[in-house]
């Protein structure tokens, strides 16, 4: 069972439940299990590198930076299904969660991958309580599973990692708010999750053509 409600302050976990890693494991990959939190990882020398490389002089700079990194260099992979071959043995994976580090060093993932790796560049000058990866629904014409970034900056602001580009105005959102429907936030500390929103999975954001309608769309899939 989940621990009781708690929350920040203020902020999107305001009365979300923290979890335990071992309440807040998921069976990923290749059978592995992970907890939420190992997804994020500001200390992977990938991704110190990379946030050295893209820090700006403000704030808003260095979080603009790097989300516009995300979008303008990691390309939407054509299937999320990977197959490994082991000791004559063929492993598949439907569903594929990559880590910061193999989703820079591939330059493909989809909106899980991406958002993993968006958090873990920003909580290297982020506080933890700043900014989360984001499992949950977008609910138009029925819930489809997705992954986004969350962030601070007085208000809070969802960043979109599946853009063809950054919007014009990133910190003003007409109408979207709505349609994100967040089940489990986390990042290399806490993970909350909702007591009454549930994650449709497989995740699958780019399918979802009314996205198109409120931002600049999709990134075209890789060749």
Same mark, same amino acid.
Request: glycine share 8%.
């Given at each position: 069972m989940a621990g009781k409600a708690v929350g920040l302050s203020s902020g999107p976990v305001l009365g979300f439940s923290r979890l335990k890693d071992n309440e807040a494991a998921v069976c990923a990959r290749f059978g592995e299990i992970f907890t939420l939190r190992e997804f994020i990882t500001p200390d992977a020398f990938a991704v110190k590198e990379l946030y050295q490389r893209l820090k700006g002089s403000t704030e808003e700079e260095?979080?603009?930076a790097c989300w516009? =990194?995300?979008?303008e260099n990691i390309r939407y992979p054509k299937s999320d299904r990977r197959?490994?071959?082991? %000791? %004559? @043995? *063929?492993?598949? /994976?439907e569903d594929w969660w990559g880590l910061p580090a193999e989703t820079i060093s591939t330059g493909s993932e989809d909106c $899980? %991958? #991406? /958002?993993?790796l968006l958090v873990s560049l920003l909580r290297n000058f982020l506080p933890e309580d700043k900014v989360f990866a984001?499992?949950?629904?977008? /609910? @138009? $014409?029925? /819930?489809?599973g997705h992954a986004w970034v969350t962030v601070s900056r007085g208000n809070w602001h969802i960043l979109e990692t599946t853009l063809s580009s950054l919007p014009d105005n990133p910190w003003k959102l007409d109408g979207? *708010?709505?349609?994100? #429907?967040?089940a489990l936030y986390f990042n290399d500390k806490e993970v909350f999750a909702s007591v009454k929103e549930k994650l449709c999975l497989p995740l699958g954001p780019c399918k979802? $053509?009314?996205? @198109?309608?409120? =931002?600049? %769309?999709?990134? *075209? *899939?890789?060749?």
């Amino acid at each position: 069972m989940a621990g009781k409600a708690v929350g920040l302050s203020s902020g999107p976990v305001l009365g979300f439940s923290r979890l335990k890693d071992n309440e807040a494991a998921v069976c990923a990959r290749f059978g592995e299990i992970f907890t939420l939190r190992e997804f994020i990882t500001p200390d992977a020398f990938a991704v110190k590198e990379l946030y050295q490389r893209l820090k700006g002089s403000t704030e808003e700079e260095t979080i603009l930076a790097c989300w516009n =990194w995300v979008v303008e260099n990691i390309r939407y992979p054509k299937s999320d299904r990977r197959v490994m071959y082991y %000791g %004559g @043995k *063929e492993y598949v /994976a439907e569903d594929w969660w990559g880590l910061p580090a193999e989703t820079i060093s591939t330059g493909s993932e989809d909106c $899980d %991958g #991406r /958002a993993f790796l968006l958090v873990s560049l920003l909580r290297n000058f982020l506080p933890e309580d700043k900014v989360f990866a984001v499992l949950g629904n977008l /609910a @138009k $014409d029925g /819930a489809s599973g997705h992954a986004w970034v969350t962030v601070s900056r007085g208000n809070w602001h969802i960043l979109e990692t599946t853009l063809s580009s950054l919007p014009d105005n990133p910190w003003k959102l007409d109408g979207v *708010e709505n349609i994100y #429907r967040p089940a489990l936030y986390f990042n290399d500390k806490e993970v909350f999750a909702s007591v009454k929103e549930k994650l449709c999975l497989p995740l699958g954001p780019c399918k979802v $053509d009314f996205l @198109k309608d409120y =931002w600049c %769309g999709c990134r *075209e *899939e890789e060749e």
